[in-house]
């Protein structure tokens, strides 16, 4: 099971979780992000810690990680909606969960059944970059060789794909809690080795959206967050269609 950009979003993610389990899937594999802008963020870690999903940090949790350090810069130069939103999931963090993420690595690398497998947030490397579903195929097999794996499972882009470049596997599960493409549904990805393929199979689930939106009132945050995740759509379009 190939799961990343929770985003705080609890009910997104056990819906997940549940869907996941009904399919026998035997290892959460979590590509970071697992909060901001959702309502949620000290119980989504509790949940990924109490199933030992292995994860990676994630480009937004290491903002959130930073906050209290950054926060008064932030407040000057940052966009009202997304300084809120780092200081809610920098807040509602405890301590322990705080120290998980901060030792979650950038990358990590397993075997499976012969195969090396890359798990990270956006590109594999130094740079803080996502990959975009129509990457070219050089640019990829470029990337597989530097990384030297044989699968490569990533986020940060929200967006779904799974492409294969020069025998190399690439693969971005979607975002389980705050989709970009219109479609509110969770997403996420199941993997299953065999001896000599991968097949992989995207979902989407869903879930109660609702339960979300009312959270993020009771929280007293915005009301675009709880459109971005009701009409399945970031920040930026969310408001500019309030504009």
């Not at 997940?16 to 970071?32: K, R």
């Not at 799974?162 to 693969?171: S, V, Y």
């Not at 929280?219 to 970031?234: T, V, W």
């Amino acid at each position: 099971d190939r799961i990343g950009d929770i985003h705080a979003n609890l009910p997104a993610l056990e819906a997940v979780l549940d869907h996941a389990h009904e399919h026998e899937a035997n290892a959460i594999w979590n590509s970071g992000d697992s909060v901001g802008y959702g309502a949620y963020p000290d119980e989504v870690i509790q949940q990924l810690r109490g199933i030992d999903a292995l994860s990676t940090i994630g480009s937004y949790d290491r903002q959130v990680l930073r906050f209290r350090k950054r926060k008064e810069r932030w407040r000057r130069k940052k966009r009202l909606e997304e300084y809120l939103a780092l200081e809610w999931a920098y807040g509602q963090l405890s301590k322990k969960s705080r120290k998980y993420l901060r030792f979650l690595s950038a990358e990590m690398r397993m075997r499976v059944k012969g195969k090396r497998a890359l798990l990270t947030h956006g590109c594999p490397g130094p740079r803080e970059k996502g990959i975009s579903p129509k990457e070219a195929d050089e640019t990829l097999a470029s990337l597989g060789q530097k990384a030297g794996a044989d699968l490569i499972v990533c986020g940060l882009s929200h967006k779904p794909f799974a492409r294969q470049a020069d025998g190399i596997w690439f693969i971005n599960p979607g975002s389980v809690g705050l989709p970009v493409d219109g479609d509110p549904r969770a997403s996420y990805a199941i993997l299953q080795f065999g001896a000599k393929e991968i097949q992989v199979a995207h979902h989407r689930v869903a879930y109660d959206v609702e339960q979300m939106a009312t959270a993020i009132h009771d929280a007293g945050l915005p009301e675009a967050f709880a459109e971005m995740f009701r009409q399945g759509r970031d920040l930026e379009t969310v408001l500019a269609k309030e504009g």
